[in-house]
């Protein structure tokens, strides 16, 4: 039997939580590749080098006190905390790094998103 679960995670970035103004996130494990492929062999191996993960979440835009454009632009530029929930677990990114931040991303008659993209750090799972 296939085990499955309906999407509805919960976001806080940096101990604010920004569940209400999220629509997708991604949060992606990722180890660096290092080539340990010595003399004498017949293909390429690799190790597991430093951690390089992402979280990547797109937020509707709003700039009231406590909403996505002040929680988010107090981080830019920082090392900050992301965690996301999903289902019955629980992934934490600490020293993750947001580089930059949309500050308009507005169509006509759409409502406005931006998109925000959390580099590195480590990632713990409960």
Request: some cysteine; proline content about 1%; overall charge negative.
């Amino acid at each position: 039997m296939t085990t499955t679960y309906l999407a509805n995670p919960s976001i806080t970035v940096g101990g604010d939580s920004l569940t209400d103004q999220c629509k997708s996130a991604v949060v992606t494990e990722a180890h660096e590749s290092l080539e340990s492929t010595a003399f004498g062999s017949t293909a390429r191996t690799y190790v597991g080098g430093l951690e390089n993960n992402q979280v990547v979440a797109t937020f509707l835009m709003a700039y009231g006190v406590s909403e996505t454009y002040e929680i988010l632009e107090g981080v830019v530029g920082t090392q900050t905390t992301v965690v996301v929930g999903a289902g019955s677990k629980t992934f934490t990114i600490t020293n993750t790094y947001l580089e930059s931040l949309d500050l308009v991303n507005a169509n006509l008659g759409e409502l406005s998103e931006v998109q925000a993209t959390f580099t590195g750090g480590s990632i713990a799972k409960a």
